[in-house]
Structure formats: structure tokens, C-alpha cells
């Protein structure tokens, strides 16, 4: 693969950004806040997303990401303001436990009832951090939230980015609410998104698919998602998958072995490179100017290794049995 020549500051001149990958601009304190339907908002900084309802008894904020922080409450007032009605935040739920998505929770304290799966509970314990305070109600596949006349269905399906993430979604308002698996308009960033399960990833998208919903509000970056989005996030990695199959059956190991000699992890390191760079290259030239960023290549380099680890671990494929 040829690296981009270096522009500005040091970065390589990468594929200008497709305008379609851009949402809304931001106001001066540095975010925007739209309405999703009816008294379902939106809130992002342009590179992190947050939701909440507003109702007669109170906000449901959905995740408090700290670069947002306290232009959350901001975005709440300017809307319950607009409204005439409550700014006051009385429920909190957690998408999963990570805390680029959640450490601004302790900005909202007092009598605020916090909302998660019972492993983000477990998680959340064990990293110990004020930031994140634990969740008082806690489930395991299904929880119906029920504030001011309002429902939100919350649901596991297990494992995918983390162990916890979970599905919220809002059947009166049309809305999905799914985070960290599509980024609208985007590529994932290194490794599947910081991803756990790759399978589970990897699944996770039809899943979100089998929802009724127009809206996707995916966790990241400035607008959005759509059905479509959803579906080109399906194809890249369905790409991803058939070129890391391709290029395991093509790529010969052996004379990385034999060029690594005594030093096998040698070997390993260069059959395993060759095999990662020939299934890559293809997916960045196809995706460059359709996926923002698809040509930062070592994003699309690192998901396509564990997607093709995932193909010799998790499936199987990884080679006769000695006889
Ligand atoms: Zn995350």
C-alpha cells in the first residue's frame, strides 16, 4: 500500500471528507441539539452523540458523554425552555459501560434514577470510576422505562462492541438508539470500533436492523444514521470478510516460516501481515470517497486482522489437523 503524501501539520493529505458524512453546524458553545420526533432530541458535538426525552415528569437523558458534558444540560434547558416544560434530568440510562460515553453522569446527581444492563453494573464496579456512578436499576434481556407517559423498550442481545451494550428503542419516535457498531457515514475506527466480541459485532447491525425505526441515533460523529447507513456499514464489513477469506486461502505461509527461521513468531508476524495487507487494500480503494476516512488506512487495516482472526479462531479456519 502507498502512504498519502503529508500535507498540513504533519498529516497525510487524506480523501477530502464527503459532505453527506457531515451533520448540522454547531452553535457557539460548541454543540447542536435537533429534535429527533416529537419530545425526542438529539444532542452531539460533532464527534459524540447523546439523546433525551423530555416528559411531564422529567428528562430521560440517554448517555453523558463527557466531551458533550455540560453542554448537555445546556441543550435540556434551551429545549424545556422552547417547550415549557421540566429541565429537570430525573433518569439516566447507560448505552454501555465505556466512558467516552458515559463519565458525565456524575454531573447529574441528586434524585436521578440511572438505568443499565446488569453487566455495565458489573463493569462499572469493577473500573471503580466517580465519574460513572452504578446504575440502581439493572436488567437482563429486556426492560420497559416508563417516565411521564412515555416508553422506552431496552433490550440485550448479547455481547458485541462490549459485553454490554444494549439496544434502546423508541417505538413511539421511530428511533433506534444503538452505539458504538455504525458510525453514519464513517468507517469504524481501529480494531472494529474498539471492539470486543468480533462476531458479535459483526451480527449486531442485522439485529439493529430487525427494530422498526427511521432514525438512528449511532453514538458518534454529527448527524444521524439512516437505514442505508446501516446497510453500507453491512457491506464494508461483509467486503472485510470475503477479502480476509480470500486472502488466508491465497496467501502462501510458508516462506514467511522460512524467512523467520528459529524466530517462528517472525514467521508469524509476516504471514499474517501479508495476508491482512492483501485483504485491506482492496476495501480502502472501494470505500475511499463513500466512507469518510476509509482511507486512514490503519483503520481499516486493524478491523480487517481481527475480522480474519475471528475467521481462524471463532470459525474454524485455521488450518489441517496434523495428522
Ligand atoms: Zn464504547
Redesign the pocket.
Known amino acids: 500500500m502507498t502512504s498519502p503524501a503529508t500535507g498540513a501539520a504533519g498529516l497525510p493529505d487524506y480523501a477530502p471528507i464527503p459532505q453527506s458524512a457531515f451533520g448540522p453546524a454547531l452553535n457557539e458553545q460548541g454543540y447542536y441539539v435537533g429534535r429527533v420526533e416529537r419530545n425526542l432530541y438529539w444532542v452531539t458535538d460533532g464527534v459524540y452523540q447523546a439523546a433525551f426525552l423530555t416528559t411531564d415528569d422529567g428528562v430521560v437523558l440517554f448517555d453523558a458523554p463527557p466531551s458533550i458534558g455540560g453542554n448537555l444540560q445546556r441543550a435540556v434547558d434551551e429545549i424545556a425552555a422552547a417547550n415549557g416544560v421540566s429541565n429537570r434530568v430525573t433518569h439516566l440510562v447507560y ?4 466512558a ?2 458515559g463519565s458525565a453522569a456524575s454531573l447529574f446527581d441528586g434524585d436521578v434514577t440511572r438505568i443499565g444492563h446488569e453487566e455495565t453494573k458489573r463493569l462499572l464496579l469493577r473500573d471503580d470510576d466517580p465519574a460513572r456512578p452504578l446504575p440502581e436499576v439493572t436488567f437482563a434481556d429486556r426492560y420497559t422505562l416508563e417516565v411521564g407517559g412515555e416508553r422506552v423498550e431496552l433490550a440485550w442481545h448479547g455481547p458485541n ?2 459485553p454490554d ?1 444494549i439496544y434502546i428503542h423508541f417505538p413511539d419516535h421511530d428511533t433506534l438508539m444503538f ?2 457498531v455504525v458510525n453514519a457515514g464513517w468507517v469504524p475506527i481501529y480494531n472494529l ?3 470486543e466480541d468480533v462476531i458479535g459485532y459483526m451480527g449486531a447491525p442485522a439485529i439493529a436492523l430487525s427494530y422498526p425505526w427511521t432514525h438512528l441515533i449511532s ?1 458518534h460523529l454529527g448527524r444521524l444514521a439512516t437505514r442505508d447507513d446501516v446497510a453500507v456499514h453491512q457491506q464494508y464489513i461483509a467486503d472485510i470478510d470475503a477479502s480476509a477469506q480470500e486472502a488466508l486461502a491465497s496467501v502462501d505461509p510458508v516462506p514467511y516460516y522460512v524467512a523467520g527461521g528459529a524466530n517462528v513468531w517472525a514467521g508469524v508476524k509476516g504471514h499474517l501481515d501479508a495476508v491482512t495487507e492483501r485483504a485491506a487494500a482492496p476495501i480502502i480503494a472501494k470505500y475511499t470517497g463513500v466512507l469518510a476516512a476509509a482511507d486512514i488506512e490503519a483503520f481499516t487495516v486493524t478491523t480487517t486482522f481481527q475480522i480474519m482472526q475471528s475467521y481462524r479462531l471463532d470459525r474454524g479456519h485455521s488450518g489441517p489437523v496434523h495428522p
Open positions: 448505552s454501555h459501560h465505556h467516552d460515553h462492541h462490549t451494550n452505539i458504538d470500533n474498539l471492539s453514538g
